[in-house]
Nanobody, 126 residues
Framework: QVQLVESGGGLVQAGGSLTLSCTVSGRPFSGYGVGWFRQVPGKEREFVAAISYSGDDTNYLGSVKGRFTISRANAKNTMYLQMTSLKPEDTAVYLC???????????????????WGQGTQVTVSS
């Protein structure tokens, strides 16, 4: 079965840093674009960051540019989200996702993503 498992969430103070990991199994990884989304109760899922299948292109939500970095380690079937200068408004459940079509770019569109993790909670205190 396809599994995307996030880890690394937790409670941090504003201004702190956190790195999330997502390990993918049961499906191809290296030939597909992947991304991170976040969700808070009562709000729609929000795009955070994406990286193309090749790793050459990235895309970020404007409010996280310069603070978050998405990366991938294809040999480990793992993607990462390095978060720095965290703000209380970054508090959310963060989900990783992999696209359904091969050789995709750094898409911000949820519909482009076929498989999703269950999410990991990130809480930033003020």
């Amino acid at each position: 079965q396809v599994q995307l498992v996030e880890s690394g969430g937790g409670l941090v103070q504003a201004g702190g840093s956190l790195t999330l990991s997502c390990t993918v199994s049961g499906r191809p990884f290296s030939g597909y674009g992947v991304g991170w989304f976040r969700q808070v109760p009562g709000k729609e899922r929000e795009f955070v960051a994406a990286i193309s299948y090749s790793g050459d292109d990235t895309n970020y939500l404007g409010s996280v540019k310069g603070r978050f970095t998405i990366s991938r380690a294809n040999a480990k079937n793992t993607m990462y989200l390095q978060m720095t200068s965290l703000k209380p408004e970054d508090t959310a459940v963060y989900l990783c996702a992999a696209q359904g079509m091969a050789y995709g770019g750094a898409s911000a569109r949820p519909n482009d993503y076929h498989d999703w993790g269950q999410g990991t909670q990130v809480t930033v205190s003020s």
